[in-house]
């Protein structure tokens, strides 16, 4: 059968998968793209997590015929240079999706709460630093949603049902119907200037590279908090910093950075109204075990000579004439989108449009929608 690559380790599931389908798998190889173009020369299929998969390294591959992202992000592989040479790219579209959101909630929670500022106070002694720190409650706030996809709207549910929360989103490319209907679709503008919580659920690529900034952070009201679980690059971090020490906004919890890991003086790693964590959202054991073996299963299938499950991109229709290849992701359904804890991207992933869907820059409008209906049961 085939051989099988998995650069960096994963669940024990998704291995077991590939052997019991009697596969040949190695484990670990230096992750440079030299090393990569080594270790890949006679395999059939590689497994990713982080490492980048440039066109030398796929060239080197003369016998792939699948590269399967393990989480929903894929920009850690040259997509068309795969596509051009016959191979498959695929990814763990909803994998993560409760990961994620369940994450998102606890992330909210400790911005408001200040459970990180004042956590980090006790410890140095101060147990009375909650005389100067109060919390916000969360029952009848605005959450600000920027990206309406699989995690963008479980996010929205959790937080609707579970903390009593008013749901307002930007989700460019969706409609009124597309939106549950406690959710209320706004513009740009509308969803920074009143949300009470922002979080950023979208995926990275050159439109939304960089595209929170600081006309964002001056919108925004100064008693309110910024969640970043998406993608670190989506946010000008130096914007950021900069609305953080001139009070622009009360906090932040950021789980992604511009640079991964953060340089040690990175200030957003000492500001005592920051709560920060190592790309973790989807770290959890249910999570990690379904990327594996949902990667896996991708394998399985293009091995044996079937179509992938969830292509990002179409390499059967490269040779086929007056056939154009769909831009990377549009083949997707509507995925998700935070990788493994750790990883990251140098064009977003996360998910919340359609793979590959864009999201308005900045200053462009989505219409707006009646206000939510009462509550009613998910």
Not at 11 to 19: F, I
Not at 112 to 140: H, P, S, T, V, W
Not at 264 to 272: A, E, I, K, T, V
Not at 280 to 306: D, F, P, W, Y
Request: net charge negative; with cysteine; aromatic share 4%.
């Amino acid at each position: 059968m085939g051989k099988i690559l998995i650069p960096q380790e994963i669940a024990g599931e998704g291995v077991q998968m590939l052997k019991d389908a009697g596969h040949r798998v190695v484990i670990g190889c230096g992750l440079s793209e030299e090393e990569l173009s080594q270790a890949v020369r006679d395999c059939d299929a590689v497994l990713l997590r982080t490492a980048q998969v440039s066109k030398k390294v796929l060239e080197a591959g003369a016998q792939l015929k699948i590269v399967a992202r393990h989480g929903a992000g894929y920009n850690n592989v040259d997509i068309q240079a795969a596509a051009e040479l016959g191979i498959w790219v695929t990814n763990t579209p909803d994998a993560t999706t409760n990961a994620v959101a369940e994450f998102t909630l606890g992330a909210i929670l400790s911005a408001g709460k200040r459970i990180g500022e004042l956590g980090q106070a006790m410890k140095a002694g101060d147990f009375y630093a909650k005389n100067r720190c109060k919390g916000m409650e969360m029952a009848g706030k605005t959450l600000g949603i920027i990206g309406l996809g699989r995690i963008g709207r479980e996010v929205a549910k959790k937080a609707y049902y579970g903390l009593d929360m008013q749901v307002m989103a930007f989700a460019h490319g969706r409609s009124r119907q597309d939106a549950p209907e406690y959710v209320t679709l706004a513009d740009w503008e509308t969803v920074f200037s009143q949300a009470d919580v922002i979080t950023l659920h979208v995926p990275l690529n050159e439109s939304t590279r960089g595209f929170v900034g600081q006309r964002e952070f001056a919108m925004m009201k100064k008693g309110a908090y910024f969640v970043n679980c998406a993608r670190g690059e989506v946010v000008q971090e130096e914007a950021l910093i900069q609305a953080l020490q001139e009070g622009e906004i009360a906090g932040a919890f950021c789980d992604v950075f511009a640079q991964e890991p953060p340089a040690g003086d990175n200030p957003l790693l000492s500001m005592r109204q920051v709560t920060v964590t190592p790309h973790m959202a989807s770290n959890t054991e249910e999570c990690m075990k379904t990327m594996a073996c949902q990667a896996a299963s991708q394998i399985i299938r293009v091995l044996a000579g079937e179509r992938p499950d969830w292509p990002v991109n179409a390499p059967e229709m490269m040779n086929v004439p007056g056939e154009t290849m769909n831009a990377p992701g549009e083949m997707n359904v509507p995925g998700e989108t935070m990788n493994a804890p750790g990883e990251t991207m140098n064009a977003p992933g996360e998910t919340v449009n359609m793979p590959g869907e864009t999201v308005n820059m900045p200053g462009e409008t989505a219409n707006r929608a009646g206000e939510p209906e009462g509550r009613k049961n998910p």
